[in-house]
């Protein structure tokens, strides 16, 4: 099944009066806009898990230090979430960490509540992760769900999309040890596609992926990856017919994974397109696989993963789909590529476009003597693979435009500030005939788990007091948290009886509660009532997965 997703792209920028960034409030969206992590080779990502990417989160949350405070007792941490790969905005988490011995399971939540969205985490952990059982012995679940406070999407007021409670992201990861010693990963992901493009309404298209990996401790492993996208013009999650299906088997190594995918549809695999005279751009054969490095990779910039902001410091509201409808800005780039006139295409506040360029998987660098789209390519196809002297090659963004660039719109002469919001990381390819890889074999398909995989657990706002830990400094973020400021655990820091781990108000000894965390004392605040999400309407259980599909 060949995928192709139009989109035409184009950059530009100049640095003119636009206002500093420390003019700005702390909660406007030009600060407190998070930024999102992806991986080119999404399937295989999913397959893996992000699980080292959550316990990162969870280890810098310095948690020995403050384990069992007490019932519904928990702290405050603000951390480097984007040195953890995780796309939250840096404000506080909540957590609560439990482990009554040493020998006792470690049971950890953490929160973050806020007005746009409520991401909370529950880990269950037997076993630490290790080198010969990179997957641990755990339990880890992550749910994130709209705060939209039943407004539609609005960019300019940082308003969540859809109605409060609305589920966004879901992910249930569970690890074992089976009794021939293999490790057994299993997942199950739910997300909603406004995630990584916020121009699709929110429940228009929701993919689903179940995942299994055997590993052998210490040596290699294979897996299966299943993939269900649902439109709600063609069906339902979970059990209407899916818009598209693919299943994606892998074999690895400590050094590379191999893989192929299967078109749910038509049971085609790796749709490769050999670029020669006679039939560049047509469909290869069957059973044409593809390998990628484990530790080598390079990154480029998601076109629709931009913020662009007004000197308001909002997400601008300007958004159009139709290349002869954008707004342009200069910009200035030298390049041969009859895709590039020198302007930035301004589509919306989070899509840029600077033109396509055929790039070498493996390495980012432009395929010789092509100015422009790989061969048997049209504008727009960002996901055929085209194989060139056994290297695969793909269409990606001509350059990206670097954080901070300030854009002045053609149409209106106003300035538009530029934030990188979604960086994605490309594993690179290796060549056909790679020694490596040759040593692997893909294996029929694994049974994955459905949707009644996911756990729902429920995680709880805790009471906290001051920030006990700070991970943060002014060099590397631009919130007020990022000064480093956290108060020792016992202390009184204001002298109002009360030590600072439960005092939300440590500097201000006549204010000490603060139970819904709008940064507000309960006895000043008319709604104290805590949020608690609710799964009970989203979890179909009583429905069956739509499965009549190639494996």
């Known amino acids: 099944m060949r995928i192709t997703v139009f989109i035409t792209f184009i950059f530009s920028s100049y640095f003119f009066s636009f206002p500093s960034l420390d003019s700005f409030a702390e909660n406007s969206p030009i600060k407190r806009n998070g930024k999102l992590f992806y991986v080119h080779q999404y399937q295989l990502d999913v397959g893996f898990g992000r699980v080292n990417d959550y316990l990162c989160l969870f280890r810098n949350t310095d948690y020995k230090k403050f384990s069992n405070l007490g019932d519904g007792i928990g702290y405050e941490a603000i951390l480097d979430n984007n040195a953890c790969q995780n796309g939250e905005a840096n404000l506080p988490w909540l957590v609560v960490s439990k482990q009554a011995t040493s020998s006792d399971n470690l049971v950890l ?74 490790v057994q990963f299993l997942s199950t992901v739910y997300l909603d596609s406004i995630v990584l493009n916020n121009l ?15 590993h052998t401790q210490g040596g290699v492993g294979r897996g299966t990856v299943t ?51 006679s039939n560049a751009g047509l469909q290869s054969s069957d059973g044409q696989e593809l390998c990628v490095s484990r530790t080598d990779s390079w990154e480029y910039v998601r076109p629709t993963s931009y913020g662009v902001y007004d000197s308001n410091g909002n997400r601008i509201t300007f958004s159009t789909i139709d290349p002869a409808q954008t707004q342009t800005a200069d910009y200035n780039f030298t390049s041969n590529n009859p895709l590039w006139d020198g302007k930035i295409k301004i589509f919306s506040g989070s899509w840029l476009g600077t033109g396509l360029q055929c790039k070498k998987i493996e390495d980012g660098s432009s395929l010789t003597g092509v100015d422009g789209l790989c061969p048997g390519t049209v504008v727009g ?48 390819a290796r060549p056909v005939g790679d020694p490596a890889c040759a040593t692997l074999t893909i294996e029929p398909s694994l049974d994955t788990p459905d949707h009644t995989f996911f756990n729902y657990p429920v995680v709880k706002t805790p009471r906290t ?84 599909y190639f494996k």
């Open 227 to 277: 993939e269900l996208a649902f439109n709600s013009g063609i069906g339902n999650y979970p059990d209407g017919t899916p818009s598209y299906i693919t299943t994606t088997n892998f074999a690895y190594n400590a050094v590379v994974v191999k893989y192929e995918i299967t078109s749910g549809s038509t049971g085609l695999k790796n749709i490769i397109f050999p670029d020669s005279a």
């Open 465 to 548: 007091g001051a920030v006990l830990v700070n991970k943060l400094n002014a060099t590397t973020d631009l919130f007020s948290q990022s000064l480093g400021t956290y108060y020792p655990k016992d202390v009184d820091q204001d002298g109002d009886g009360i030590p600072n781990y439960l005092d939300a108000f440590p500097t201000d000894p006549l204010k000490y509660l603060d139970s819904d965390h709008d940064l507000v004392e309960d006895s000043e605040d008319n709604d104290t009532t805590v949020f608690q999400p609710d799964w009970t309407n989203h979890k179909h259980l009583n429905k069956t997965m739509y499965s009549n």
């Open 381 to 428: 196809d960002v996901t055929s693979i085209i194989r060139i002297n056994g290297h695969d090659y793909q269409n990606f963004p001509l350059f990206d435009v670097p954080e901070g660039t300030v854009l002045t719109v053609d149409q209106t002469g106003e300035e538009y500030y530029v934030r990188q919001l979604g960086v994605s990381k490309v594993y690179s």
């Open 109 to 182: 939540e953490m929160s973050s509540p806020n007005n746009v969205a409520d991401p909370r985490i529950k880990l269950i952990l037997e076993e630490e992760t290790s080198s010969t059982n990179p997957y641990g012995v755990l339990t880890l679940d992550y749910n994130y769900i709209s705060m939209g406070n039943g407004v539609a999407p609005n960019p300019a007021n940082g308003a969540g999309p859809g109605d409060i409670n609305t589920p966004l992201y879901n992910a249930t990861y569970e690890s074992s040890i089976l009794p021939n010693g293999q």
């Open 200 to 214: 699709i309404p929110v429940g228009q298209q929701i993919n689903f992926y179940g995942s299994k990996i055997l």
